[in-house]
């Protein structure tokens, strides 16, 4: 049974550690001390060592009843900043931060929660194997569940706990995205006595820019430029310019389209100025269009209703580790967790949706015992 009180604790133990993407070890420290205590069999990967992380994937199972369904609860031990400053108020039902910092609930409740299933099933004979993967470096690329060997699983189906929508809010697709970079190279000169020697790489940039199709471009498509970066001094014209963006789209032609827009208007604007462009892209990760009469949605809708909690389906502008094991062969579905403001100072989340999601997952569980693999 979800022992409330023991859930909050572990809640409030993970934030105060401190884990950027990259530097999850205090958190897979605090995880691993934990499985000890349930004598679940657990192991470390080594995937950090592939893209410069300091501890990998922590993955655990327990053995279950032969026969039945098993499943895979999935929750990333990073926060998308620090939180070394972090300083937790307590507002009645609400945890939050004092505004300075964010909170973390993305997604240390989502370990929390998985914690805690872990302490209440530990021990039952009555329940399917259910598998446990805590990933690192989520928000960085997605890059612990790039790297993990789906070989070791047994689960067909995986819920992500990694959404502040509200609790019972099940996300059955997201769009793939590309991570687009163009460097610009002009001609530097003085800007002051031989302005027109120089070809200003920050002023080709701007032009592209202002002719680029950006923010939502239709129902399926979104586009962004989020980082400018070039020049050296006011008085030298800019002779090198590296500008980085994205694309987004459930569509993979509407996703090529938008990319080949995006590197003709950096073209365009060169040849217009003298400068010269490298544009590259690489795709971020796949899209995933699961139906709602699915039976892993079928399974959590169950489940939710047993608790008597109202469920909804919905698409997401956003990445998470589902979309890898979708793009890996093994289904997964997004689980809302109720937390608001994610990435951001204003970030907070209940404790009775912590509890909520915690009694859902116990409840999922169950509804597995009777269904064959």
């Given at each position: 049974?979800?022992?409330?009180?023991?859930?909050?604790?572990?809640?409030?133990?993970?934030?105060?550690?401190?884990?950027?993407?990259?530097?999850?070890?205090?958190?897979?420290?605090?995880?691993?001390?934990?499985?000890?205590?349930?004598?679940?069999?657990?192991?470390?990967?080594?995937?950090?060592?592939?893209?410069?992380?300091?501890?990998?994937?922590?993955?655990?199972?327990?053995?279950?009843?032969?026969?039945?369904?098993?499943?895979?609860?999935?929750?990333?031990?990073?926060?998308?900043?620090?939180?070394?400053?972090?300083?937790?108020?307590?507002?009645?039902?609400?945890?939050?931060?004092?505004?300075?910092?964010?909170?973390?609930?993305?997604?240390?409740?989502?370990?929390?929660?998985?914690?805690?299933?872990?302490?209440?099933?530990?021990?039952?004979?009555?329940?399917?194997?259910?598998?446990?993967?805590?990933?690192?470096?989520?928000?960085?690329?997605?890059?612990?569940?790039?790297?993990?060997?789906?070989?070791?699983?047994?689960?067909?189906?995986?819920?992500?706990?990694?959404?502040?929508?509200?609790?019972?809010?099940?996300?059955?697709?997201?769009?793939?995205?590309?991570?687009?970079?163009?460097?610009?190279?002009?001609?530097?000169?003085?800007?002051?006595?031989?302005?027109?020697?120089?070809?200003?790489?920050?002023?080709?940039?701007?032009?592209?820019?202002?002719?680029?199709?950006?923010?939502?471009?239709?129902?399926?498509?979104?586009?962004?430029?989020?980082?400018?970066?070039?020049?050296?001094?006011?008085?030298?014209?800019?002779?090198?310019a590296r500008i980085e963006g994205e694309t987004r789209s459930f569509s993979e032609i509407k996703l090529e389209k938008q990319i080949v827009h995006m590197h003709e208007c950096f073209n365009l604007s060169a040849e217009r100025f003298g400068g010269k462009i490298k544009f590259a892209w690489e795709k971020s990760f796949d899209t995933y269009q699961i139906p709602p009469e699915a039976p892993i949605v079928k399974l959590i809708r169950k489940a939710a209703r047993s608790l008597k909690i109202s469920t909804q389906t919905r698409s997401s502008g956003g990445g998470s580790d589902a979309n890898i094991f979708n793009e890996k062969g093994i289904q997964a579905v997004v689980l809302?967790?109720?937390?608001?403001?994610?990435?951001?100072?204003?970030?907070?989340?209940?404790?009775?949706?912590?509890?909520?999601?915690?009694?859902?997952?116990?409840?999922?569980?169950?509804?597995?015992?009777?269904?064959?693999?």
């Open positions: 049974m979800i022992n409330k009180a023991r859930l909050l604790q572990t809640f409030t133990d993970l934030l105060k550690i401190n884990s950027p993407s990259l530097n999850e070890g205090g958190v897979a420290k605090y995880i691993a001390a934990r499985l000890r205590k349930t004598n679940i069999d657990f192991y470390r990967d080594q995937s950090y060592k592939k893209f410069g992380g300091k501890c990998g994937n922590i993955y655990a199972k327990t053995k279950g009843r032969k026969g039945a369904l098993p499943l895979l609860f999935v929750s990333h031990t990073d926060t998308v900043v620090e939180t070394r400053r972090l300083k937790i108020v307590n507002e009645g039902d609400m945890i939050r931060s004092d505004g300075k910092t964010i909170l973390g609930a993305d997604n240390k409740a989502g370990v929390a929660v998985m914690l805690e299933l872990m302490e209440s099933i530990a021990r039952k004979r009555d329940i399917g194997k259910v598998e446990f993967l805590f990933t690192v470096a989520e928000e960085v690329g997605l890059l612990g569940a790039k790297h993990f060997d789906c070989g070791k699983l047994g689960a067909q189906y995986a819920y992500v706990i990694d959404s502040g929508l509200p609790v019972g809010t099940i996300v059955t697709s997201s769009p793939s995205a590309a991570k687009i970079t163009a460097t610009v190279l002009g001609k530097a000169a003085h800007a002051g006595a031989e302005p027109e020697e120089g070809v200003s790489a920050i002023q080709i940039a701007a032009k592209a820019i202002n002719r680029m199709r950006l923010g939502r471009i239709d129902h399926e498509t979104t586009a962004n430029i989020g980082v400018i970066s070039g020049g050296k001094k006011t008085n030298i014209i800019p002779a090198r809302g967790q109720g937390y608001n403001g994610a990435h951001s100072e204003q970030e907070c989340i209940t404790n009775q949706s912590l509890f909520q999601m915690a009694t859902l997952l116990e409840a999922l569980v169950m509804q597995a015992v009777g269904k064959k693999k």
